[in-house]
């Protein structure tokens, strides 16, 4: 599976000129959900495209303009179209169900 690592700098064009859906997943050196997300989710049968790590402690824009109030936090884009945030466990099920249901959802520009 593909990774990125976005900034404050460039998540914004990355994101509008990725092909596909991305799980755009915001985490923190400090919190240990986010060690075990980073750990766990790059080898999971996912039904996306690519993970797309965002450092929360180092990107307070991004931070604030995705409203980011728990880590990890989990969102859905697809070509470049935001789909909304995913809530669910990390595993294989919930977490392929939660992000049909977010592309399920109408399709909005990116925050």
């Known amino acids: 599976m593909v990774?990125?690592?976005l900034t404050d700098f460039d998540a914004d064009q990355r994101l509008l000129a990725m092909r596909g859906?991305?799980?755009v997943i915001f985490t923190s050196v400090?919190?240990?959900s986010c060690r075990?997300?980073?750990e766990v989710l790059p080898g999971l049968p996912l039904a996306i495209d690519r993970l797309c790590w965002i450092d929360a402690g180092n990107n307070g824009g991004l931070v604030e303009r995705y409203q980011v109030?728990?880590?990890?936090a989990l969102f859905v884009v697809r070509d470049g179209e935001f789909f909304g945030a995913v809530h669910s466990r990390l595993t294989v099920a919930e977490l392929n169900q939660a992000?049909?249901?977010a592309l399920g959802?109408?399709?909005e520009e990116l925050p």
């Open 3 to 5: 990774e990125s690592e």
């Open 36 to 38: 075990y997300a980073r």
């Open 30 to 32: 400090g919190c240990a």
């Open 21 to 23: 859906v991305s799980l």
């Open 69 to 72: 109030f728990h880590l990890p």
């Open 105 to 107: 959802r109408i399709a």
């Open 99 to 101: 992000v049909a249901q």
